[in-house]
């Protein structure tokens, strides 16, 4: 299997739902041309993912698995016990797990799993074709695959795969903020795309920005910007003294703990 192109892998996909959906528009967006397939269930998603995305829907999980080189698991963890319960996987066969807080050990112990098994977890935004996937272990395969719908980052460990998983929620949060801060501009007055677009392409900025200085500390660009008697300091000093920086930190330390614990 490994010798095939991996234009010419099928991907097996067992839970179609959001996740799948965001994973299989990125793949072709970023030129994925191999065979995808559907498991069953949940038949509005899979229909639309057939129709925009050239997907197959198989009529069984089991067939699912048959057909595909790669499997990948995107059902909800309080139901991975119950798809693996009779699924019959080949022993050559790479399985990727996009399943949170579940650590390959639980896996293997929710039931019988090749032991070709990757933990794989991007986030929205690689509908887009922008943001990170998290990789734990390596698979040079399962990487290649990643490639087209973002930048794979493998990690050393599972414990650092955790970290990785706290910062996907991190980017989870963000759209509440832009959206809060969007609405006070409307709220001042500016009209809801124009609110929109300068919170979007405020933030865009200050990401490519922070790219473009690669060697220089973050926290020093902030520095460097709000310096004694400017506006950027007024406004810092109120976000720092409603712990409005600090806060981020302690989510942060909320899902961490949860996510380890669950594991
Ligand atoms: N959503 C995210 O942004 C995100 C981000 C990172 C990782 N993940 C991970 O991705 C996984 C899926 O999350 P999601 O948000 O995509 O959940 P979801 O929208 O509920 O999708 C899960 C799908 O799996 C189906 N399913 C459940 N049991 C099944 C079975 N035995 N055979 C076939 N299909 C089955 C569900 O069908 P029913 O609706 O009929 O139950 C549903 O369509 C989770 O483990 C989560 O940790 C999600």
Redesign the pocket.
């Known amino acids: 299997m490994t010798d095939k192109p991996l234009s010419s892998l099928a991907l097996g996909i ?7 959906s965001y994973f299989v528009a990125g793949l072709r967006k970023g030129g994925f041309e191999g065979k995808i397939l559907l ?1 069953p ?2 038949t509005e ?1 899979a229909n639309k993912l057939a129709q925009t995305h050239n997907c197959a829907i198989a009529d069984s ?1 089991q067939e699912v698995i048959d057909q595909s080189d790669i499997a990948l698991l ?4 309080e ?1 991975l016990q ?2 693996l319960s009779g699924l019959i996987f080949r022993a050559d066969q790479i399985v990727i797990s ?4 579940i650590s390959l050990e639980s896996h293997h112990k929710a039931g019988k799993l090749p032991e070709n098994l990757i933990r794989m ?1 991007p ?2 935004c690689i509908e887009a074709g922008e943001g990170v996937v998290p990789i734990y272990p390596a698979n040079e395969i399962v990487e290649n695959l990643a490639r087209y719908a973002g930048a794979p980052v493998v990690f050393n460990s599972e414990d650092e795969f955790d970290l990785s998983l706290a910062a ?1 929620c991190m980017n989870g949060w963000l759209y509440e903020f832009f959206g809060s801060m969007s609405q006070w501009l409307e709220n001042k007055g500016l009209p809801p795309q124009t609110a929109r677009d300068l919170v979007l392409h405020n933030v865009r900025g200050a990401t490519g920005y922070a790219l473009l200085k690669e060697t220089e500390d973050l926290t020093s660009i902030t520095n460097a910007i709000a310096t004694e008697g400017t506006y950027t300091l007024k406004g810092l000093d109120v976000l720092k003294a409603q712990q409005g920086i600090t806060a981020w930190d302690k989510a942060l330390d909320e899902v961490h703990t949860n996510l380890v614990k669950n594991n």
């Open positions: 067992l839970g179609v739902g959001y996740f799948a498991s269930r949940n998603t999980n995107s059902v909800r963890p139901h119950a798809l996009a399943i949170a807080g977890i986030v929205c996907s």
